[in-house]
């Protein structure tokens, strides 16, 4: 396993210890970057139009489409050092 991959497994452990709950932006920012990590490019069906959480997450993920699994895997360590801090 790799170093980074290291790293992003334990920012995904250290978001969880947050003392409170990032604002809704930093949110869909998170879920957008994790899931290009370790997954890559948006896949699936958009969720229908009534599912504004599932909308909202699909498209934030949807925008990081060409981002490399290693970018955002490096984003998302970054931002998740921003929020523990």
Do not use: C, H
């Not at 809704?24 to 599912?51: C, H, I, M």
């Amino acid at each position: 396993m790799s170093d980074l991959q290291k790293r992003f497994e334990q920012a995904t452990k250290d978001i969880q210890a947050l003392p409170e709950r990032p604002d809704n932006d930093t949110l869909l920012r998170l879920y957008a970057l994790y899931k290009q990590g370790s997954e890559g490019d948006v896949s699936g069906d958009k969720p229908g139009f009534f599912d504004f959480v599932g909308t909202a997450k699909y498209e934030a993920w949807a925008k990081l489409k060409g981002t490399s699994q290693e970018d955002a895997m490096k984003k998302y360590v970054d931002l998740v050092k921003k929020l523990t801090a």
